[in-house]
């Protein structure tokens, strides 16, 4: 969903489309369970995370995720989640 709200607003249809076909392809989706909603409020009780970044890394965490990819330096706090940071890697 994030990823798509900059090509929208600039009503770039093909970046949507690549981004779609991209993320179609790619990504796994995984419903909201209770138990990802109960472990997204520990995240928040325990880290600064919002709302939204602590069910992300719930659910990666409720699928033992290898690699959470994200340009968000606040899941850096998150040791028991291997966080890789886009702008970091590209900076190397």
Not at 19 to 35: C, W
Not at 71 to 76: L, M, R, V
């Amino acid at each position: 969903m994030e990823v798509l709200v900059v090509p929208l607003r600039n009503g770039n249809n093909s970046l949507v489309a690549d981004y779609e076909e991209l993320l179609l392809s790619q990504v796994q989706l995984i419903p909201i369970s209770q138990s990802i909603l109960r472990q997204s409020a520990n995240l928040r009780a325990t880290s600064n995370l919002k709302t939204p970044d602590a069910i992300h890394a719930a659910t990666a965490l409720s699928v033992n995720s290898n690699q959470f990819i994200t340009n968000d330096k606040g899941f850096h706090n998150l040791s028991s989640l291997p966080v890789v940071i886009l702008s970091e890697v590209l900076a190397s």
